[in-house]
């Protein structure tokens, strides 16, 4: 018979939650002080050790330096796309060209999908309105968006966030995965207030 894991063995095989209990502790004080940040530790901490659960997602582990290289995307990110867009405001205004962008995914998982969802979300000049989960796929709005050229780059940033959230929790990240239906070279609904740019 074998014994049961330890404590410390438990809140380790579920670091992600942990982490992710500590991120939600601080955002929603909306505070950085030392009080919140060693207080939502240990309630984290005290919850899965309370609250034994499943792993979220089986056989992977969170990989530090992938998770680092997440958060500097999402920065440089913000900061980009936040210029971008309030240019894009400035120049046109209510007229800036914008699109609605099929993009497959290659991840199985409902946690992974929702957290690329998430953070397409959280850059500037992109929001997720649908979530296919059969068929793995998002829709997302995004702005300025002029040519097919652009309409790949967002496809494509949209991906490489999906990589590196794979990568950061150690989730097997297949690149055979499904890619843009056949027959629809443009799987983009086009649209433009006030015109074509």
């Known amino acids: 018979m074998t014994r049961p894991p330890s ?17 939600l502790w601080v955002l929603l004080w909306g505070s950085t002080s030392a009080v919140v940040i060693g207080g939502g530790l240990l309630v984290a901490v005290g919850v899965v050790l309370a609250f034994p659960l499943p792993s979220p997602l089986p056989g992977t582990v969170l990989r530090p330096l992938h998770a680092g ?18 240019w894009q405001v400035v120049r046109h205004g209510r007229r800036t060209p914008f699109a609605i962008v099929e993009v497959p995914l290659k991840v199985d ?7 690329v969802a998430r953070l397409t979300t959280m850059t500037p000049g992109t929001v997720v309105i649908e979530i296919d989960r059969r068929r793995k796929r998002l829709y997302v709005h995004a702005l300025p968006v002029r040519d097919r050229q652009d309409i790949a780059r967002r496809r494509e940033g949209v991906q ?8 950061a929790v150690g ?8 890619g843009p239906a056949s027959g629809r070279p443009n799987d983009t609904r086009r649209h433009s207030r006030g015109g074509e740019p």
């Not at 998982?109 to 957290?115: E, I, N």
């Open 7 to 23: 404590r410390l063995l438990r809140v380790l095989h579920h670091m992600p939650m942990v982490l992710w209990l500590w991120l």
């Open 69 to 86: 290289r997440l958060l500097g995307h999402l920065l440089t990110d913000l900061v980009k796309s936040g210029c971008t867009v309030a």
């Open 109 to 115: 998982s409902d946690l992974l999908l929702a957290a």
């Open 160 to 167: 490489a966030v999906e990589r590196r959230v794979a990568r």
């Open 171 to 178: 989730h097997p990240y297949r690149a055979d995965g499904p």
